[in-house]
């Protein structure tokens, strides 16, 4: 493992305990340039771990808090008349920064959503008749409740295809949650430090992405995704009925990258079925849209990926 990622893995630890795989998601994502959405109940520190990346690595890091009275212009920002000079002024948004938490992003209404789209996937924003780049990296880290409430909205599809893991966070260990508990209670949270630089970032992603996928792998990899799209053809017929849509193109590009990513994060120099197995919940989940049939009898995304991963060899 890179010294710089041990490095950033012992500061997020001085304020999270435990949630191993939130923190992989999260680096995986900084490596790839790929936003990622956590999903769990309030009170698991998904805020927390975005803002504690951030700093470790003296990025910008803003947060914006959803809510069904949230404007388009809120997040992008708009044009402001300044009588002085007759003329329109930008005042720019939120967006505008490196991280970017979306906080509880199924809380806003559906124009305020759409508004994330162009800057989730062409790094840029229009503001009337200017665009604006966003400066790299740029990485949306959209948080959500399962629990279902009034004033929630469900992500559109193509909006959640443009998010490269759906990490769903779930409850500490016992032990855990008693050292949370002490750790609150006794103010023992330590300073985090900037441990890279954006420099140091760009090496390590380079490096990441210099990691050999085999060609062999690079075929399991379409064989998994294709095996959302057409079940019978991998002897999983009973899957037929529960799968509306299979995963998208960009779940084979996703996943290519995030297991460079993943392999890098362990201190590997390839990719092996091990990692794709470790991040196909992840990158999948998201982007297979069940049916009527699957909802009514309580199948989910999960159960379908592990069908999945059972039924094509392992090359």
Same mark, same amino acid.
Request: glycine share 6%; hydrophobic share 40%; proline share 4%.
């Given at each position: 493992?890179? @010294?710089?990622?041990?490095?950033?893995?012992?500061?997020?630890?001085?304020?999270?305990?435990?949630?191993?795989?939130?923190?992989?998601?999260?680096?995986?994502?900084?490596?790839?340039?790929?936003?990622?959405?956590?999903?769990?109940?309030?009170?698991?520190?998904?805020?927390?771990?975005?803002?504690?990346?951030? @700093?470790?690595?003296?990025?910008?890091?803003?947060?914006?808090?959803?809510?069904?009275?949230?404007?388009?212009?809120?997040?992008?920002?708009?044009?402001?008349?300044?009588?002085?000079?007759?003329?329109?002024?930008?005042?720019?948004?939120?967006?505008?920064?490196?991280?970017?938490?979306?906080?509880?992003?199924?809380?806003?209404?559906?124009?305020?959503?759409?508004?994330?789209?162009?800057?989730?996937?062409?790094?840029?924003?229009?503001?009337?008749?200017?665009?604006?780049?966003?400066?790299?990296?740029?990485?949306?880290?959209?948080?959500?409740?399962?629990?279902?409430?009034?004033? +929630?909205?469900?992500?559109?599809?193509?909006?959640?295809?443009?998010?490269?893991?759906?990490?769903?966070?779930?409850?500490?260990?016992?032990?855990?949650?008693?050292?949370?508990?002490?750790?609150?209670?006794?103010?023992?949270?330590?300073?985090?430090?900037?441990?890279?630089?954006?420099?140091?970032?760009?090496?390590?992603?380079?490096? +990441?992405?210099?990691?050999?996928?085999?060609?062999?792998?690079?075929?399991?990899?379409?064989?998994?995704?294709?095996?959302?799209?057409?079940?019978?053809?991998?002897?999983?017929?009973?899957?037929?009925?529960?799968?509306?849509?299979?995963?998208?193109?960009?779940?084979?590009?996703?996943?290519?990258?995030?297991?460079?990513?993943?392999?890098?994060?362990?201190?590997?120099?390839?990719?092996?079925?091990?990692?794709?197995?470790?991040?196909? @919940?992840?990158?999948?989940?998201?982007?297979?849209?069940?049916?009527?049939?699957?909802?009514?009898?309580?199948?989910?995304?999960?159960?379908?990926?592990?069908?999945?991963?059972?039924?094509?060899?392992?090359?």
């Amino acid at each position: 493992m890179s @010294k710089i990622i041990q490095s950033i893995k012992v500061e997020m630890s001085k304020v999270i305990v435990g949630q191993e795989k939130m923190i992989e998601g999260l680096l995986a994502g900084l490596l790839c340039r790929g936003h990622i959405l956590l999903e769990g109940v309030p009170g698991l520190a998904k805020t927390t771990t975005v803002n504690a990346l951030a @700093k470790t690595l003296g990025l910008e890091f803003k947060r914006v808090q959803f809510t069904p009275d949230l404007l388009p212009s809120d997040i992008i920002g708009t044009e402001i008349y300044d009588p002085s000079s007759n003329s329109f002024k930008i005042k720019k948004g939120p967006v505008f920064t490196n991280l970017l938490l979306a906080d509880e992003i199924n809380r806003a209404p559906a124009k305020v959503q759409s508004a994330l789209l162009e800057v989730m996937q062409e790094r840029q924003v229009t503001i009337g008749d200017d665009t604006f780049k966003i400066d790299l990296p740029f990485l949306v880290m959209a948080t959500q409740n399962p629990v279902e409430q009034e004033g +929630a909205y469900e992500l559109p599809e193509a909006q959640l295809d443009r998010f490269m893991m759906k990490v769903v966070v779930g409850y500490n260990t016992k032990e855990e949650e008693l050292e949370i508990a002490r750790r609150v209670a006794n103010d023992g949270f330590e300073k985090i430090e900037q441990v890279a630089t954006l420099d140091d970032l760009s090496r390590i992603r380079k490096e +990441a992405m210099e990691i050999h996928l085999d060609e062999e792998i690079e075929k399991y990899i379409i064989e998994l995704v294709f095996a959302t799209r057409e079940p019978s053809k991998y002897g999983l017929e009973e899957l037929s009925s529960y799968i509306e849509f299979g995963a998208s193109p960009r779940a084979s590009i996703d996943m290519y990258k995030a297991s460079r990513a993943v392999a890098y994060l362990k201190g590997q120099d390839f990719v092996s079925p091990i990692e794709i197995a470790y991040i196909a @919940k992840e990158i999948l989940r998201h982007r297979i849209i069940l049916s009527y049939e699957a909802q009514a009898e309580g199948i989910t995304q999960d159960y379908i990926i592990s069908k999945v991963l059972s039924a094509v060899p392992i090359p």
